[in-house]
């Protein structure tokens, strides 16, 4: 059992001007990155910098005889080609291995070695004068292939027979899980009813605008690496590249400027982040590369992938007793570092029981290697595939016992007085309003009115849908969840550094990188919050790991939690000790002093005073006025680490109306309602901005995107923008949304995660309203995504048909 | 995602233009609006010398009504055709159609004549030329002559010119007075390439229809017209139950090739239900002249 005697921490966080928390205070990056004047890696010119480009695998699953190079050095303008032969010394192959008892390892080569496992897996790379001459090369290059017959879905890599995938492979699986809490077969045994479906979340990917992109220089005088990467993680970045190029930290220096969105695929380390700084050093020039979409489609990472077999005990009366999860992961070709290809199956089998009371549990699975790109993290880990199965499987019994999806969620729900819960999956839910948000959405939806629209719509011939998804989500994870992984990486803390400089103004120096989150202003409110200061007094740096602490990043939704945690932490010590020289100014004792609009003063007696920009100059500038034993220093660190628990638990619940054409099996969105609770808000317009586009990016899951590889040849057949459809601005409905303030007891200010909720509660609450649609065709079961006009007219003819046979009895 | 090398040629005249493309036909590659084509040199898919540009050559756009015909030069851009009142009268099928052709910041810089030489049988305005038969004028040094749509198309991305010539214009018939059209697509998302497309036109005495033409795109290599749909028109009133009956058999008539995200029988469904909706909006137009 945990210890959770500190169900409520009290950071000792004062809030001096309160109203710069939940203000939607304008985004101070807004004029810099609306007006173009955002500055990106690709941007980033340095004299005699060289271009590399790479020359990919055209075969899923091949041996190497040969890589011959000699017509491509021979080009004019090419200054070195590289293979996997060149790099095998002079770098480490990636292992990223978890620790669980199951695991085995892969070795993913910085430019393969011996085999390629995937289309799009790095096998040489050319650096030339420009990117034209280096594509120029890069076709020269003779690759020299034995095709080997490639590992395309899960069930070939589960056979007991599979070839080993990777050296001193016994299975076909990186690695396999179970856990089982309570008496999971007593109360299969017991129940009244027991359902058993599959769930099926297809491969897709982030998609970020902009692609990765490396630029890397090595400074010849102190062997100091310079890269300016495309990363939500710069740090983490730095220790990944230095490990893997044998270059010591202190003399990497990672910039991350402006990142055109990151979505979870940037904060990984990927080769070909390796790769650059290597050639830059090898070559003593600048080099830069830039990711164009088909290398983003192909060759980064995808995500999801998972097929997920739900078995669900549940009483007449509404009442879901136990959920068996058997979980199988696509995992691609290689373990990614640092998550390693355990992330989606842990997080998935912890998971999967979501936010219902359920009394016992058994989560299996594992992840299987296949020769398609490498499986990363993406916006909504897990969560996606297991809240779109758990919620289906949840609808799909409301269905059969004939109860209002929303009622039946209702009397399973957790609730608000029953927290700290520690779920069968493993998780300590913190803080909830997992009903009440149920209950705000059915209220300003109108959920009644929706249906009888819905009724008189159907009798037009029109086939509308109504779908609800709600669910809970592990953000700012603590240390036990990566533990409890045995990750490379053990995330768990971020750290912030505000510095007061002579004229009272503040910096604040963070790792947690943003990519459109709005941390330049966000985390500037926290500050201007508790210093009473004003806002724009507030400057937040990071992006470059010469100046911001060592952090992990910006990742699974803990910027604010963590990155803002800190600076809160921070902040609170810098302001004790303002205090304090304010009371020695003011000749009162600390405790008596107040602080308003960023001035000190005894209390009652606001005449007398001492403004923070005095404190600032005495400090600064005139420390022979300090009190003994203070220093001349106005700057504070902090590290926070995110225990008690397991993380902060936001919750969410969506509902949408869609439009299903009978005639094409096209879904259009009517109506987009959500509910979040991520805590006390700091700036609603950015945790709405989050939904928003959390929401568009599960749409894009929900119906659109696709990774679709051809499963006899392992080709990747959605390699451009042509057949891989991403949502846009049509797509995406008006959004209605409303917001609950469940503080986390453990956070400081409360806060929890925002940036996943949109994108895990959408392919739920789509696939629900679809199937809600399609029952007015008949019976069919809505099990498989993204819901493409093709799959959902099949299930119409489905319906069609079974109603068609007068042997089927279907009494709903 | 770079293009080869090759050298960029911009003459200014049609008779400079047409002189260079007789130099090195098969090594010269023309550029009109682009949207097509530099995608595909960006991925190497075509590699070509020379790239002969015909946005600077005069007198290769606009368009113009010559007798029955509505005479639309090669560099037209697709936004020109569809938003100009003159193709709007004499031809306002292709006007509508053109709005379905990707985005306004495409249908700013593609053109006309790249899209019927690009001959891709997905595309709006090859549908539309195959239905209303119109005619596709090349020229090169050696002269001018005219082609039926039907026979410029000879596969997907594939056209019947020979290499030194030129697509100069496309003639459209002019709308014979009264007469009622139609065209309907199906695309998975708003701006995006359609799986099919259907174009129709038809005219009315005493409300029974006659001289229908009815074609459809994506369903085969090169959009194709329906002679079987056709007559199961002629003389007979259009209704909503005729207007399925047809799609239907435009359905049965058509054997679209198997892809990876679109089956054969699905292709095939959406055949039926863009005829349909592609004669029900002539049915609306038909209303709208009452
Ligand atoms: C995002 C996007 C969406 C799009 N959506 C659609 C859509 O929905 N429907 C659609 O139809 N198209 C669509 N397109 C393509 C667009 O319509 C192009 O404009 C059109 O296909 C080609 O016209 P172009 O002027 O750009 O030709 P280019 O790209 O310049 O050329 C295309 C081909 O035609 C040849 N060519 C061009 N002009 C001539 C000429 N005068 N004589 C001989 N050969 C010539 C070229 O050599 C090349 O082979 C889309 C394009 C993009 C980028």
């Known amino acids: 059992m945990r210890d959770l005697s500190a169900y409520s921490v009290d950071h000792g966080i004062e809030i001096a001007s309160p109203n710069m928390l939940g203000a939607s205070v304008k985004r101070v990056e807004d004029p810099r990155l609306i007006g173009g004047h955002g500055r990106y890696v690709t941007d980033v010119e340095r004299p005699g910098m060289l271009h590399a480009t790479f020359v990919r695998s055209p075969e899923a699953h091949a041996l190497i005889r040969a890589v011959d190079t000699t017509a491509a050095r021979e080009l004019p303008g090419v200054v070195a080609v590289f293979t996997g032969e060149d790099l095998r010394e002079a770098t480490s192959a990636i292992r990223a291995d978890a620790g669980y008892p199951t695991w085995q390892t892969s070795a993913r080569p910085i430019l393969a070695v011996d085999r390629v496992r995937f289309v799009g897996e790095p096998m040489a790379m050319v650096v030339a004068v420009d990117r034209y001459v280096a594509e120029d090369a890069a076709s020269l290059v003779m690759l020299d292939l034995e095709s080997l017959p490639p590992i395309m879905t899960v069930d070939q890599g589960l056979a007991p027979d599979v070839e080993p995938f990777h050296d001193g492979w016994e299975t076909g699986c990186y690695v396999t899980r179970s856990k089982e809490s309570g008496d999971v077969d007593g109360l299969f045994a017991q129940a009244d009813h027991t359902l058993k479906l599959r769930m099926t979340t297809q491969r897709y990917a982030a998609v970020p605008m902009e692609g990765r992109a490396v630029v890397a220089e090595l400074d010849p005088h102190d062997e100091v690496l310079t890269i300016w990467d495309s990363t939500q993680v710069p740090h983490l970045a730095r220790t990944g590249i230095s490990q893997h190029l044998g270059h010591p930290e202190h003399r990497v220096r990672i910039i991350a400027p402006d990142v055109g969105g990151g979505f979870g695929l940037k904060c990984m380390v990927f080769p070909e982040e390796i790769a650059i700084p290597f050639a830059a050093r090898a070559l003593r020039r600048p080099v830069k590369w830039v990711e164009d ?20 005990a549940f009483n007449d009366d509404g009442e879901l007793l136990a959920l068996k999860a058997h979980v199988v992961i696509d995992s691609g070709a290689y373990s990614v570092w640092p998550y390693t290809a355990s992330m989606e199956l842990g997080t998935a089998v912890n998971q999967m029981p979501g936010p219902y009371r359920f009394r016992a549990y058994r989560g299996e699975g594992a992840a299987v290697a296949t020769n398609k ?34 009622e039946l969620r209702k009397r399973n729900l957790i609730r608000s007085d029953e927290f700290p819960w520690e779920s069968p999956g493993g998780y300590v839910f913190d803080s909830g309003s997992y009903i009440e948000s149920l209950e705000k959405l059915a209220e300003m939806s109108d959920v009644a009115e929706l249906r009888r629209r819905q009724r008189d719509l159907r009798e037009q011939g029109r086939y509308i849908g109504i779908g609800v998804s709600c669910f809970n989500e592990q953000t700012a994870h603590s240390f036990a969840e990566y533990a409890e992984r045995g990750t490379p990486v053990v995330v768990g803390y971020d750290k912030a550094h505000v510095r007061m400089d002579a004229d009272g103004k503040v910096t604040v120096f963070v790792d947690t990188h943003a990519q459109g989150q709005g941390h330049e202003t966000s985390y500037a409110q926290l500050v201007a919050a508790q210093l009473s200061i004003p806002f724009e007094d507030v400057r937040v740096s990071f ?98 680490r995110g225990d008690p628990g397991t993380g902060t638990f936001p919750n969410c619940a969506q509902l949408v109306v869609v439009d299903v054409d009978p005639d094409t099996g096209k879904v259009t969105l009517l109506d ?9 808000v700091i700036n609603p317009m950015l945790v709405e901005g989050q939904i928003h586009g959390g929401v568009a990016q599960g749409i894009g899951g929900a119906l659109f995107e ?102 089927t009895p279907d009494p709903r | ?244 009956e047809v799609g239907r058999l435009a359905a049965e008539s058509v054997s679209p090739a198997d892809s990876p995200f679109v089956s054969t029988d699905y292709r095939r469904n959406l055949v039926r239900v863009v005829v349909r909706r592609a004669l029900e909006q002539a049915l609306d137009c038909g209303e709208e002249l009452r």
């Open chain 2, 1 to 244: 995602m770079k293009p080869a090398q090759f050298q960029l040629l911009q003459p200014t005249t049609r008779a400079e233009a047409l002189a260079v493309l007789a130099e090195q036909p098969d090594e010269t590659v023309i550029l009109a609006g682009g949207q097509s084509l530099v995608p595909l040199m960006n991925m190497r898919f075509v590699t070509a010398e020379r790239i002969l540009d015909l946005n600077r050559v005069s007198g290769l756009g606009g368009v113009e009504v010559r007798g029955d015909r509505l005479v639309v030069g090669a560099m037209t851009r697709h936004r020109e055709a569809e938003l100009s009142p003159v193709v709007l009268d004499a031809c306002p099928l292709l006007a509508h159609a053109e709005r379905h052709v990707g985005y306004v910041s495409i249908r700013n810089r593609g053109t006309v004549g790249g899209t019927i030489a690009h001959a891709d049988t997905v595309a709006q305005v090859p549908c539309v030329a195959v239905a209303l038969d119109a005619r596709i004028v090349l020229e090169s040094v050696r002269g001018r002559r005219e082609l039926a749509a039907g026979d410029f198309f000879v596969g997907n991305l594939m056209n019947a010119r020979e290499p030194d010539e030129a697509v100069t214009e496309v003639h459209f018939p002019v709308r014979p007075v009264g007469s009622l059209f139609g065209f309907a697509e199906f695309a998975r998302k708003v701006g995006d390439f359609p799986l099919v497309t259907a174009a129709v036109r038809l005219e009315q005495g005493a409300g029974l229809s006659r001289s229908a033409r009815i074609a459809v795109g994506g369903a085969g290599p090169t959009p194709v017209r329906l002679a079987e749909c056709e007559s199961a028109l002629e003389g007979r009133e259009l209704t909503g139950a005729l207007a399925e």
């Open chain 1, 293 to 312: 979409r088909v290398e983003n489609l192909t060759a980064s990472a995808h995500a999801r992938d998972a097929r997920d077999d739900l078995e669900i």
């Open chain 1, 672 to 680: 987009y309602f959500v509910v979040e609770d991520c805590g006390p």
């Open chain 1, 543 to 640: 992006g470059d790991t010469e100046t911001a602490p060592a952090g992990m990043g910006t990742f699974a939704s803990r910027s604010m939690a963590m990155g803002g945690g800190s600076i809160q932490l921070a902040t609170r010590d810098l302001k004790a000790k303002l205090v304090r020289l304010a009371a020695h100014m003011l000749e009162a004792s600390p405790e008596d002093v107040e602080l308003r609009e960023g001035m000190f003063f005894p209390a009652g007696a606001p005449a007398r005073s001492v403004s923070v920009r005095e404190i600032a100059r005495m400090v600064h500038l005139q420390s022979n006025k300090l009190p003994p034993g203070e220093d001349p220093l106005l700057e504070t660190s902090y590290s926070y």
């Open chain 1, 706 to 807: 696709h990774s679709l590889y051809d499963e006899e040849s392992g080709q990747p057949l959605a390699t451009t923008f042509l057949d891989y459809l991403m949502p846009g601005a049509t797509d995406v409905p008006d959004i209605r949304l409303e917001h609950l303030y469940t503080p986390s007891p453990w956070t400081p200010g409360g806060v929890k995660g925002a940036a996943e909720a949109g994108t895990t509660g959408s392919p739920a609450a789509i696939a629900n309203a679809v199937a809600d649609a399609l029952r007015g065709f008949g019976d069919v079961l809505v099990d498989e995504l993204p819901l493409t006009p093709e799959r959902v007219y099949a299930h119409i003819l489905a319906a069609r048909a079974a109603q068609a046979t007068p042997a």
């Open chain 1, 373 to 406: 790109t490498p499986h990363g993290p993406f916006r909504g880990v897990s969560r996606v595939a297991a809240t779109f199965a758990l919620e289906r499987v949840v609808d799909e019994v409301a269905r059969f016992l004939d109860m209002d999806p929303i």
